[in-house]
C-alpha cells in the first residue's frame, strides 16, 4: 500500500444539522456539547462550518439560533438557516416538516436574524415561494448569502432566483420531486447556471455515483462543493435518534432516514469521506476534491480556509486519513 502525504487547506462544511450525537437543532444542547461536535469534526479535517437549523417554528429556531450565538468556537463561521421558505411539496419539502413551512417574509427573517444576533449567514429558499424573490433581494443586500434548494420551481423561477442574488444550489439533487419533466426542469437549470456553485452530499447515498459524477463534469470543480448535511447519528452507532422535532434511523449501510419510512434525513457523512468519494465516484483528481471542500465552500461565504489538515493519501482505497490539524478558524 503506497500512502501520499497531504498537507492541505482545512476544511469547510457549508451544511452541518448535527454530529457525534450532537444535534444543532435541540435548544436544550449545551455549549459543551457543541465543542464535542467540532472536535470530532477537527478530527476528520473540518476547520470551519455552518451549523444548520431546519424548518421549524419562529420560536424554536430563535431558540436553537440564541444558544448558538452564545457559543463563540471559532470553526462556527456562522447559521446556515435552511427553511422554513421551501416547497410544501412531498419530495421537494424532504424530512421538513409540512406544518412549519411558510411563505417568505422580511419581517419574520428580521426576528430570526435578530435572534441570531446577526449570525445567519445562508439561507436555503425555495425561489417560487410567496414573497421569496423580495426576501432574496433583502438578504444579498444585507450581506445574507442565498442557496436555491427544497425547490419545486421552473426554469424561469431558478433564473428569477438567480437574479435577484441566489448564489448556490442546497445539495443539488435532493429535496426535489421524485418525478419531473426530463427537461427541461430545475436541476437542469442549476447545473447549467455558471452564476451558481452547487453543493453535493457525496455518500453513496443521496447520489447514485453515475448521477454525482455528470453533474460534477457538468457543473465542473470550480463550481462544484462538497458538503456532508450531518445529523446527529454522524459519528455514531447505528440506532434512532432525534434531529430538532423528527425522529430518524441510522442504517448499518450509513444510510439515515426518517423513522418508519425510507425518506432520506440528513446524512452520516464526514468530510474527509466525501472529498475521497468524490475522487471514486466523480473521477476528479485529489486537489480538486480537496479544493471542493476547502477553498471553494470558504469562497462561497466570502472567506478564506481556515488552517491546515496534514494527512496521508491512499490513492488505491479513496482513502483521506488526517492525522493532524493546525490554525484556527474565524476570530469571534
Given at each position: 500500500?503506497?500512502?501520499?502525504?497531504?498537507?492541505?487547506?482545512?476544511?469547510?462544511?457549508?451544511?452541518?444539522?448535527?454530529?457525534?450525537?450532537?444535534?444543532?437543532?435541540?435548544?436544550?444542547?449545551?455549549?459543551?456539547?457543541?465543542?464535542?461536535?467540532?472536535?470530532?469534526?477537527?478530527?476528520?479535517?473540518?476547520?470551519?462550518?455552518?451549523?444548520?437549523?431546519?424548518?421549524?417554528?419562529?420560536?424554536?429556531?430563535?431558540?436553537?439560533?440564541?444558544?448558538?450565538?452564545?457559543?463563540?468556537?471559532?470553526?462556527?463561521?456562522?447559521?446556515?438557516?435552511?427553511?422554513?421558505?421551501?416547497?410544501?411539496?412531498?419530495?421537494?419539502?424532504?424530512?421538513?416538516?409540512?406544518?412549519?413551512?411558510?411563505?417568505?417574509?422580511?419581517?419574520?427573517?428580521?426576528?430570526?436574524?435578530?435572534?441570531?444576533?446577526?449570525?445567519?449567514?445562508?439561507?436555503?429558499?425555495?425561489?417560487?415561494?410567496?414573497?421569496?424573490?423580495?426576501?432574496?433581494?433583502?438578504?444579498?443586500?444585507?450581506?445574507?448569502?442565498?442557496?436555491?434548494?427544497?425547490?419545486?420551481?421552473?426554469?424561469?423561477?431558478?433564473?428569477?432566483?438567480v437574479a435577484a442574488g441566489a448564489t448556490l444550489s442546497t445539495h443539488l439533487g435532493n429535496g426535489?420531486?421524485?418525478?419531473?419533466?426530463?427537461?427541461?426542469?430545475?436541476?437542469?437549470?442549476?447545473?447549467?447556471?455558471?452564476?451558481?456553485?452547487?453543493?453535493?452530499?457525496?455518500?453513496?447515498?443521496?447520489?447514485?455515483?453515475?448521477?454525482?459524477?455528470?453533474?460534477?463534469?457538468?457543473?465542473?470543480?470550480?463550481?462544484?462543493?462538497?458538503?456532508?448535511?450531518?445529523?446527529?447519528?454522524?459519528?455514531?452507532?447505528?440506532?434512532?435518534?432525534?434531529?430538532?422535532?423528527?425522529?430518524?434511523?441510522?442504517?448499518?449501510?450509513?444510510?439515515?432516514?426518517?423513522?418508519?419510512?425510507?425518506?432520506?434525513?440528513?446524512?452520516?457523512?464526514?468530510?474527509?469521506?466525501?472529498?475521497?468519494?468524490?475522487?471514486?465516484?466523480?473521477?476528479?483528481?485529489?486537489?480538486?476534491?480537496?479544493?471542493?471542500?476547502?477553498?471553494?465552500?470558504?469562497?462561497?461565504?466570502?472567506?478564506?480556509?481556515?488552517?491546515?489538515?496534514?494527512?496521508?493519501?491512499?490513492?488505491?482505497?479513496?482513502?483521506?486519513?488526517?492525522?493532524?490539524?493546525?490554525?484556527?478558524?474565524?476570530?469571534?
Open positions: 500500500m503506497e500512502l501520499t502525504k497531504v498537507d492541505a487547506p482545512g476544511l469547510c462544511d457549508l451544511q452541518v444539522n448535527g454530529f457525534a450525537g450532537v444535534d444543532f437543532n435541540d435548544p436544550t444542547t449545551a455549549l459543551e456539547r457543541y465543542e464535542v461536535a467540532a472536535a470530532r469534526m477537527r478530527a476528520t479535517g473540518v476547520t470551519l462550518f455552518l451549523p444548520t437549523v431546519v424548518t421549524s417554528t419562529t420560536e424554536h429556531f430563535a431558540a436553537c439560533a440564541r444558544s448558538l450565538a452564545r457559543w463563540k468556537n471559532a470553526s462556527s463561521a456562522g447559521i446556515h438557516m435552511e427553511g422554513p421558505y421551501i416547497s410544501p411539496v412531498d419530495g421537494a419539502r424532504g424530512a421538513h416538516p409540512l406544518e412549519h413551512v411558510r411563505p417568505a417574509s422580511i419581517d419574520d427573517f428580521r426576528r430570526r436574524q435578530d435572534a441570531a444576533e446577526g449570525r445567519i449567514v445562508l439561507v436555503t429558499i425555495a425561489p417560487e415561494v410567496e414573497g421569496a424573490l423580495a426576501l432574496i433581494e433583502h438578504m444579498v443586500a444585507s450581506g445574507t448569502r442565498v442557496a436555491i434548494g427544497h425547490s419545486d420551481a421552473s426554469p424561469a423561477q431558478v433564473r428569477d432566483g426535489s420531486v421524485r418525478t419531473m419533466a426530463r427537461h427541461p426542469n430545475l436541476i437542469w437549470e442549476q447545473l447549467a447556471a455558471d452564476e451558481i456553485a452547487s453543493c453535493f452530499i457525496a455518500d453513496g447515498h443521496h447520489l447514485p455515483a453515475s448521477t454525482f459524477k455528470a453533474m460534477v463534469r457538468a457543473k465542473t470543480p470550480a463550481r462544484a462543493v462538497l458538503v456532508t448535511d450531518a445529523v446527529a447519528p454522524a459519528g455514531c452507532p447505528p440506532g434512532r435518534y432525534r434531529i430538532g422535532l423528527i425522529e430518524v434511523e441510522l442504517h448499518a449501510d450509513g444510510r439515515v432516514t426518517m423513522l418508519g419510512n425510507d425518506r432520506l434525513a440528513g446524512s452520516a457523512l464526514s468530510l474527509d469521506v466525501a472529498v475521497g468519494n468524490a475522487v471514486r465516484l466523480a473521477g476528479v483528481s485529489l486537489d480538486d476534491a480537496l479544493a471542493m471542500a476547502s477553498t471553494r465552500p470558504a469562497r462561497c461565504l466570502g472567506l478564506a480556509p481556515a488552517g491546515r489538515l496534514h494527512g496521508t493519501w491512499d490513492a488505491a482505497a479513496c482513502r483521506l486519513t488526517v492525522t493532524e490539524v493546525t490554525g484556527q478558524g474565524v476570530a469571534r
